[in-house]
């Protein structure tokens, strides 16, 4: 933390370092490509070919910010350094932010930072399995359990280890809610392990070698083993983190952070973690709390 201070001790600091990332080549007009411009009174890069003025936090999250950059480099910092993350009510107390909304919506809009725009689907040896996320609920148990949220969880292999994942929420177990699932998360020519559901029966024919390593096909009851691990942490993490309080209309940007945060978990930097939400934050468009309030 104090060598964040440090580092980022200003505003004209914190726009540097995000300057370098936006135009890591140099300076380039987005409207025509022109390298060279003029910085204007107002922060602004002016293009000296077609006069287009442009600014280092325009189309990001940090887009129309009331608030400094160096609040928001601390915040990072602080979500990113936190081993199991942070909830708003948190961040609001450690940061002295006006009012929780603020920091909710502050902690929504890092969360849609975690998704790398264009990340690589999964490859290679991958588990799959379903998992219900929620609070106890009475009824049903297993697939087709009413009030809760059901997920599709891709586990890659890496040597015989988890390597990476992918959490999705789905609106059912069909085949057509799985396999599009499926189709948006792995590489076609994977080869696909699952239980033996009659929603996967379809998946050799969409470009998939799939393998049934496990007939029985109930829900929550000798999971492939990747995935009751994964699954095991989430759970656990949105109890910790979040004590499961997770509003139903918004499960995708904490399933988003689990992932950030689980894909990364052998990073041994902090700082690179750091640096790697700040590169997404840039490549992320503004979003308004209206937007964050309709779900996603």
């Given at each position: 933390?104090?060598?964040?201070?440090?580092?980022?001790?200003?505003?004209?600091?914190?726009?540097?370092?995000?300057?370098?990332?936006?135009?890591?080549?140099?300076?380039?007009?987005?409207?025509?490509?022109?390298?060279?411009?003029?910085?204007?009174?107002?922060?602004?890069?002016?293009?000296?070919?077609?006069?287009?003025?442009s600014s280092v936090i325009r189309g990001?999250?940090?887009?129309?910010?009331?608030?400094?950059?160096?609040?928001?480099?601390?915040?990072?910092?602080?979500?990113?350094?936190?081993?199991?993350?942070?909830?708003?009510?948190?961040?609001?107390?450690?940061?002295?932010?006006?009012?929780?909304?603020?920091?909710?919506?502050?902690?929504?809009?890092?969360?849609?930072?975690?998704?790398?725009?264009?990340?690589?689907?999964?490859?290679?040896?991958?588990?799959?399995?379903?998992?219900?996320?929620?609070?106890?609920?009475?009824?049903?148990?297993?697939?087709?359990?009413?009030?809760?949220?059901?997920?599709?969880?891709?586990?890659?292999?890496?040597?015989?280890?988890?390597?990476?994942?992918?959490?999705?929420?789905?609106?059912?177990?069909?085949?057509?809610?799985?396999?599009?699932?499926?189709?948006?998360?792995?590489?076609?020519?994977?080869?696909?392990?699952?239980?033996?559901?009659?929603?996967?029966?379809?998946?050799?024919?969409?470009?998939?070698?799939?393998?049934?390593?496990?007939?029985?096909?109930?829900?929550?009851?000798?999971?492939?083993?990747?995935?009751?691990?994964?699954?095991?942490?989430?759970?656990?993490?949105?109890?910790?983190?979040?004590?499961?309080?997770?509003?139903?209309?918004?499960?995708?940007?904490?399933?988003?952070?689990?992932?950030?945060?689980?894909?990364?978990?052998?990073?041994?930097?902090?700082?690179?973690?750091?640096?790697?939400?700040?590169?997404?934050?840039?490549?992320?468009?503004?979003?308004?709390?209206?937007?964050?309030?309709?779900?996603?």
């Amino acid at each position: 933390m104090l060598e964040l201070e440090e580092r980022f001790a200003t505003e004209s600091a914190c726009l540097e370092y995000l300057f370098n990332i936006k135009w890591a080549g140099g300076f380039s007009c987005p409207q025509c490509q022109e390298p060279k411009a003029w910085l204007t009174k107002r922060g602004l890069y002016h293009c000296s070919r077609c006069g287009f003025q442009s600014s280092v936090i325009r189309g990001t999250i940090f887009q129309d910010t009331k608030k400094p950059l160096r609040l928001w480099f601390r915040i990072i910092w602080h979500v990113t350094s936190r081993k199991y993350g942070t909830n708003a009510l948190g961040l609001q107390r450690v940061f002295g932010l006006g009012s929780y909304r603020t920091a909710w919506t502050w902690m929504h809009k890092l969360r849609r930072a975690m998704v790398r725009p264009g990340r690589d689907r999964l490859s290679g040896i991958v588990d799959i399995d379903e998992a219900y996320i929620g609070g106890e609920k009475s009824g049903k148990r297993g697939r087709g359990a009413a009030g809760k949220t059901l997920i599709l969880v891709a586990v890659e292999h890496k040597d015989n280890r988890m390597g990476r994942i992918r959490l999705k929420r789905i609106a059912n177990a069909s085949a057509q809610s799985l396999e599009t699932a499926i189709q948006e998360t792995i590489e076609p020519g994977s080869c696909i392990h699952t239980d033996g559901w009659r929603g996967y029966c379809g998946v050799s024919h969409i470009e998939y070698v799939h393998e049934v390593v496990r007939e029985g096909s109930e829900i929550g009851i000798n999971l492939l083993p990747k995935v009751n691990r994964v699954v095991s942490l989430l759970k656990r993490w949105w109890l910790g983190t979040y004590q499961g309080r997770v509003e139903p209309s918004h499960p995708d940007y904490y399933l988003d952070e689990f992932t950030f945060r689980f894909n990364r978990r052998t990073s041994g930097s902090r700082g690179k973690l750091f640096f790697r939400l700040i590169q997404q934050a840039m490549n992320t468009p503004p979003s308004s709390i209206k937007d964050i309030m309709g779900g996603s």
